[in-house]
């Protein structure tokens, strides 16, 4: 292992994919008829939507855990 905070790296995956999530341009493939389809955009959408929900809650993750190191207990 890299010695580097899972989380944080857990996120910066996250935020690969959202990327290359909106790269793919589910709108302007919606246009197209579906046979020409490299993907389902509402599948697209669909996990677009779960990526975003599963960057919330490792920055939340990553907050607490940076609340835990300071000791502090703010925002409990």
Do not use: Y
Not at 14 to 24: C, D, K, Q, W
Not at 63 to 75: A, F, Q
């Amino acid at each position: 292992m890299s010695g580097t905070d899972p989380v944080i790296e857990l996120e910066v995956e996250i935020e690969a994919e959202l990327t290359a999530s909106e790269l793919s341009r589910p709108k302007e493939s919606a246009e197209l008829p579906p046979s020409k389809w490299l993907f389902d955009p509402t599948d697209v959408q669909r996990e677009e939507v779960g990526l975003r929900a599963l960057l919330g809650a490792v920055e939340g993750l990553e907050g607490d855990s940076r609340s835990r190191r300071r000791g502090t207990g703010e925002g409990t």
